[in-house]
């Protein structure tokens, strides 16, 4: 007689703690304890076909498997690529880029999501499920990624030869001790309740509550703030404007820089080189850009060696990775609230190799469109080098200032 009780209290005690193999075991050894008979009771209490019990008295009587192994060697249900050989080369012509102008692709993704993709390779008929797309998605080595700036469009000939002519007068600034500064304009932050990109901590569903729109308010507006990156000393100084990017405006930060650390840091200071971008207010062809700094020079009595990054090439500006991107990781999930928050939030940027921010509001109006005549460029003291002048050029301090 069979005790069919004792037997489903068994299994209701340990059944559902045990992996494949151990319910396999366990219901072979009742089977063969209850003796004949027993593979019918014992497959009817647990569940589990005969033929998955008879596996198991196999598995009591074969060799043990290797730690961990649940299953003989090619046993279990076969993987559906394996069961359906045409499914991959389906899915990689789904997902993988089209080749440039290929009329033949069959489908254009807006969105390649996995139900879109079941759903497509199901049509063509290879029925298979969203999960399982997924799945095979990452055996293929693909996953879902973002956008990332990379392509630069057309290259100057002379772009690496220009990254070792700055490299070099970099090089040789540092060595007599001279200062040598990354300067560029961080993009215009609205100033108000706005959502501000990137999370932070909160407790547990109480996140900021922010204004559902982006619109600028007028009272506030937007804030420019205008970079100086300290390229030997890892130190950044942040000038954050309420009007308007222009020349004016990126050379009155560099004057502020060096009243406010630069002189400090360089007390015997005789030259500032100077590296920016070819294009925005400190552009290489901006004629206001090159009379301020003519002013700055005269003021100063520096020599100011200039560098222009070549076209297509602001991502290799060292204030972009050194300064401006530690910035927006810090204020990250915040919103600026007012200007006074923004210039905080720029000050109390640090990072673990040792960069200092220091961040200031200019109050001044700085007008776009001013105009600079021929005339005012004559009056410079401008001396363009032999490689590239229209990149490299040198202003020193006039001796009488000419108005």
């Known amino acids: 007689m069979i005790d069919e009780g004792a037997i489903r209290h068994r299994?209701?005690?340990?059944?559902?703690?045990?992996?494949?193999?151990?319910?396999?075991?366990?219901?072979?050894?009742?089977?063969?304890?209850?003796?004949?008979?027993?593979?019918?009771?014992?497959?009817?209490i647990t569940r589990l076909?005969?033929?998955?019990?008879?596996?198991?008295?196999?598995?009591?009587?074969?060799?043990?498997?290797?730690?961990?192994?649940?299953?003989?060697?090619?046993?279990?249900?076969k993987a559906v690529s394996e069961v359906d050989p045409g499914l991959v080369p389906a899915l990689q012509r789904l997902v993988e880029p089209a080749t440039l102008g290929d009329p033949m692709r069959p489908l254009i993704w807006v969105s390649k999501s996995m139900d879109k993709l079941a759903e497509a390779?199901?049509?063509?008929?290879?029925?298979?499920?969203?999960?399982t797309v997924k799945k095979e998605l990452v055996k293929l080595g693909f996953s879902r990624q973002v956008n990332r700036k990379a392509d630069e469009g057309s290259?100057?000939?002379?772009?690496?030869?220009?990254?070792?002519?700055?490299?070099?007068?970099?090089?040789?600034?540092?060595?007599?001790?001279?200062?040598?500064?990354?300067?560029?304009?961080?993009?215009?932050?609205l100033v108000g309740n706005f959502k501000n990109g990137g999370s932070d901590y909160r407790p547990k569903g109480q996140p900021l509550r922010v204004?559902?729109?982006?619109?600028?308010?007028?009272?506030?507006?937007?804030?420019?703030?205008?970079?100086?990156?300290?390229?030997?000393?890892?130190?950044?100084?942040?000038?954050?404007?309420?009007?308007s990017d222009t020349a004016e405006f990126a050379v009155q930060s560099i004057?502020?820089?060096?009243?406010?650390?630069?002189?400090?840091?360089?007390?015997k200071a005789r030259e500032l080189t100077i590296t920016a971008d070819c294009g925005g207010s400190n552009g290489a062809r901006v004629?206001?850009?090159k009379v301020e700094l003519q002013r700055l020079a005269d003021e100063t009595r520096l020599t100011l060696h200039v560098h222009h990054y070549p076209p297509g090439t602001s991502k290799w500006n060292k204030i972009e990775h050194r300064l401006f991107c530690h910035i927006t990781q810090n204020w990250r999930g915040r919103p600026l609230t007012s200007r006074v928050a923004v210039v905080e939030l720029i000050a109390a940027t640090t990072t673990k190799a040792?960069?200092?921010?220091?961040?200031?509001?200019?109050?001044?109006t700085y007008v776009k469109g001013r105009k600079v005549k021929k005339t005012e460029m004559a009056l410079l003291d401008i001396t363009g080098d032999a490689f590239h002048p229209e990149w490299n050029y040198t202003i020193k301090p006039r001796r009488t200032t000419k108005t």
């Open 11 to 44: 299994w209701e005690t340990v059944g559902s703690k045990l992996d494949e193999r151990g319910r396999r075991l366990f219901a072979a050894a009742e089977v063969q304890a209850a003796g004949y008979g027993g593979l019918a009771v014992v497959s009817r």
């Open 49 to 77: 076909a005969r033929s998955t019990i008879n596996r198991g008295e196999d598995d009591l009587g074969g060799a043990p498997l290797a730690k961990g192994q649940v299953r003989r060697k090619g046993g279990g249900r």
């Open 121 to 131: 390779l199901t049509e063509m008929g290879h029925p298979i499920s969203a999960d």
């Open 155 to 189: 290259k100057h000939p002379d772009r690496n030869a220009q990254f070792e002519h700055i490299n070099a007068k970099v090089v040789a600034a540092q060595a007599k001790g001279q200062p040598v500064i990354s300067v560029d304009t961080k993009k215009k932050e």
């Open 211 to 243: 204004n559902v729109h982006d619109f600028e308010d007028k009272a506030l507006g937007k804030v420019v703030p205008y970079g100086v990156y300290d390229v030997t000393a890892n130190a950044g100084f942040v000038s954050v404007g309420m009007t």
């Open 255 to 267: 004057r502020t820089w060096l009243q406010r650390s630069g002189r400090k840091r360089y007390p």
């Open 287 to 289: 004629r206001l850009w």
């Open 354 to 364: 040792g960069l200092t921010v220091d961040s200031t509001l200019d109050e001044r």
